[in-house]
Every structure is written in structure tokens, then in C-alpha cells.
């Protein structure tokens, strides 16, 4: 069946440290968004990025459609980068309607100061 | 700053009495999700509409829960009667067709 799976489960980090995580997705995309979700349990959006790279200030990313994967980066990370990391997926030949968002099941990320 | 709201933020409620979330989508967009998290399946997508119509509830219990949209700048999410395993935050989104979805803050909803 259609799969979203994010690796690493689970990362701390001290301050300044850099990561990446991944999303690996198991079928052609529509869409696919990389999300935070911050402590009190708002979800924020990172990057709309189905392909291609994007930057926005210390946050970066990358979608290789072809090879169903999606990279996050993270550089210089401060405690408030802590939350759940997010990786949802919108499958081009889903059974249902096509826009809707499968998610990963997220990259639990503390960072210490 | 257009936002996704969700009123309310907050619910407690006994078993077996109904329970109806609002959302206000962003205006202008023409696509509203509903979907639902919880600590044993994680973020899942319930239903969603475009231009009002909707065009998928496969992930909604249908003998108990129903999603309408009234109008452009209301949808509603209701469960009738509620039990104890729908307690869950419900969160709608809204976006143009296939761009960016923006999510509200969410409804945490406990089923006593």
C-alpha cells in the first residue's frame, strides 16, 4: 500500500548541531509538504517542495520525485527547532481523491541547549 | 495574516452526546480538509471538500460523524453520539488545488 516513512524516529541534537531527515514515499506525488509541529501542537508549514530544493533561512530542502525520497535540513539548530518533524505526502493514483495528505508517522527532535 | 481558525479549541464531553467542530477556512481558497491525530495512528485525513462539494470521506466512521460545508466560509465536523475513542485533535485545512496546505490550530476533543 501507499507508505510515508521518516527516519530518524527520534534525534537530540545539541545547539548549533546540524541534521537531515528523510521521508521516503512509496508512489508518484501531487504534493508533499514538510511540516513542524511545535510543542503546544500547532502544525507549521515548512516547504510545499514535490521537487526541487528550497531554502528558507536555516531550513532547506530537497525532493527527488523520480527516486521517492524528500530531505530536511536543519543548520545551526537552536532549542526552539525542537518539535516533531512532519513529512506528508498528497499520492498522485490514490484511491480517493488526490489531495489528500498522507503523513509519516514524524522525526521527534530535541535539541539541548 | 490570513489563518485557518477552529473554534472550539477545546472540548470535553460525556459518551453519546453530539459534538460539532467549526473551521473557517482561508479566504479564497476553494479546498478544506478535515483530518484527525492521535498518539496510536497519527495524523490522518478524515474528508475534504472542494468548492463545497465533497470529494472524499473514505477516512470518516460513517455511521457517526458527518462533514458539511454550509457556506465558503464555514465547515463542520460532527460527530453523533461521540464515544470514548474519538477523543482526538481534529485539525482543518484549507489551500488552492494541489498547493500548500494550511492547517488551524486544531480541536482537542475528550470523550468522557
Known amino acids: 500500500g501507499i507508505q510515508v516513512e521518516q527516519s530518524p524516529p527520534d534525534l537530540i541534537l545539541q545547539e548549533g548541531a546540524n541534521s537531515t531527515l528523510r521521508c521516503n514515499f512509496s508512489?508518484?506525488?501531487?504534493?508533499l509538504q514538510w511540516f513542524h509541529q511545535n510543542p503546544w501542537g500547532q502544525l507549521i508549514n515548512l516547504f510545499y517542495?514535490?521537487?526541487g530544493t528550497k531554502q528558507n533561512g536555516r531550513l532547506s530542502a530537497t525532493t527527488v520525485a523520480t527516486e521517492r525520497y524528500s530531505l530536511l535540513y536543519i543548520s545551526s539548530s537552536q532549542t526552539t527547532d525542537s518539535g516533531v518533524y512532519f513529512c506528508a505526502v498528497a499520492f498522485m493514483y490514490s484511491g480517493g481523491g488526490a489531495d489528500g495528505l498522507t503523513f509519516g508517522k514524524g522525526t521527534h527532535l530535541i535539541i539541548q541547549p | 495574516d490570513a489563518r485557518v481558525t477552529q473554534t472550539p479549541r477545546h472540548k470535553v464531553t460525556e459518551m453519546g452526546q453530539e459534538v460539532t467542530m467549526r473551521c473557517q477556512p482561508i479566504?479564497?481558497?476553494?479546498?478544506v480538509f478535515w483530518y484527525r491525530q492521535t498518539m496510536m495512528q497519527g495524523l490522518e485525513l478524515l474528508a475534504y471538500f472542494r468548492n463545497r462539494a465533497p470529494l472524499d470521506d473514505s477516512g470518516m466512521p460513517k455511521d457517526r460523524f458527518s462533514a458539511e460545508m454550509p457556506d465558503a466560509t464555514l465547515a463542520t465536523l460532527k460527530i453523533q453520539p461521540s464515544e470514548p475513542r474519538d477523543s482526538a485533535v481534529y485539525f482543518c485545512a484549507s489551500g488552492l488545488v494541489l498547493d500548500t496546505q494550511y492547517f488551524g490550530p486544531g480541536t482537542r476533543l475528550t470523550v468522557l
Open positions: 479566504l479564497g481558497h476553494n479546498t
Open positions: 517542495i514535490p521537487s
Open positions: 508512489d508518484s506525488v501531487n504534493n
